[in-house]
């Protein structure tokens, strides 16, 4: 039977939590601008840096999340990871940078600033380097950080991949180009999505489907969503803006497939064997 005239249809709100970078504004463009069907659901766009919506998830505050995939780890009992919008390394990826061309091995014992301890870009670094002196310094400040010799090195994420050479800062090494060497060419796993296992499978698969419809929009309509995702750029260039968008909203965050699934699992077996997260992490993916 169809609905009464003027019958109005009950929505569920859901809140859906992301950075407010251009990658992800660039992702959830479909969903923001209504250009694609939200299926009797409202999306709540609530703005966090990472660091927070880590803390959050811990807290089962959202019902979707971007979460980096160390995080992941202790939240894998309220949360499923969607099989779309991550942001995977492909060969490239988190640097580690110093005021003067330096060397691994000089880095050994050096305090490094780092964007915060439960992101991906720390928990490579932990893989890669072993316990180090760090400190917590907001991902957008590193860069004058340690240009300004309040730390020895920098730990980059986000756009400062592309854009240290401005702070004259010099590259040490690049988390993804490693882990892609170490692991004969999977990509890096950064961020992901993640649902709350409560809402139940139906609901979860639903969702799974609208925010898969926005990354396809976006990457299909490039030049809108681009548009879109500039308010978010932080003074970048439109140029380096969709450079800086390529390398993370692309056929990885389209589609993990069992080459993306393989290299998070992977990132938390080793973090858990070499002590970094306490306990080993059952992941569960919805398509």
Do not use: C
């Given at each position: ?8 249809v009950?929505?569920?709100?859901i ?6 970078d251009?990658?992800d ?8 601008e209504?250009?694609v ?25 959202l019902?979707?999340?971007a ?7 202790y939240v894998?009992?309220?949360?499923a990871?969607?099989?779309h919008g ?8 988190p ?6 061309p ?6 050994r ?6 964007p915060g ?12 380097l072993?316990?180090?002196p ?5 991902f ?6 340690v ?5 020895d090195?920098g ?8 854009t ?25 796993p950064l ?14 698969a639903?969702l799974?489907?609208i ?14 969503a681009?548009a879109?995702?500039m308010?978010y ?13 390529g ?20 990132f938390?077996e080793?973090?858990y ?7 080993p992490?059952?992941?569960d993916?919805?398509?």
């Open positions: 039977m169809g609905r009464a005239a003027g019958e109005t009950e929505m569920r709100g809140q859906l939590g992301h950075s407010p251009s990658d504004a660039f992702m959830f463009y479909g969903l923001a209504h250009k069907a939200s299926d009797g659901f409202t999306f709540d766009h609530v703005l966090r840096d990472i660091q927070t919506l880590n803390e959050w998830a811990r807290e089962g505050r019902e979707i999340t979460i980096s995939v160390h995080a992941y780890a894998a009992d309220r949360y990871i969607l099989t991550a942001s995977m390394g492909d060969n490239y990826g640097q580690v940078v110093t005021r003067e330096a060397s691994v091995e000089w880095l014992g050096r305090t490094i600033a780092v301890t439960m992101t991906s870009a720390f928990l490579a670094l932990r893989l890669f072993g316990a180090f760090h400190v917590v310094v907001p957008d400040e590193i860069m004058p950080y240009a300004e010799g309040k730390a090195a730990l980059l994420i986000h756009e400062g991949q592309l240290h050479h401005e702070y004259g800062l010099h590259e040490v090494v690049d988390l993804g180009k490693w882990w892609y060497e170490q692991t004969d060419g999977l990509p890096l961020g992901v999505n993640a649902v709350r296992r409560d809402l139940g499978p139906e609901t979860m639903a799974s489907r925010l898969k419809a926005s990354i396809t929009y976006g990457l299909e309509h490039r030049a809108d681009l879109h995702a308010q750029a932080r003074g970048l260039q439109t140029a380096t803006a969709d450079k800086f968008v390398m993370y909203v692309n056929d990885w965050t389209l589609d993990l497939g069992p080459k993306g699934e393989r290299s998070i699992r992977l938390l080793r973090a064997e070499q002590g970094v997260i306490p306990a992490v059952t992941v993916f919805v398509r």
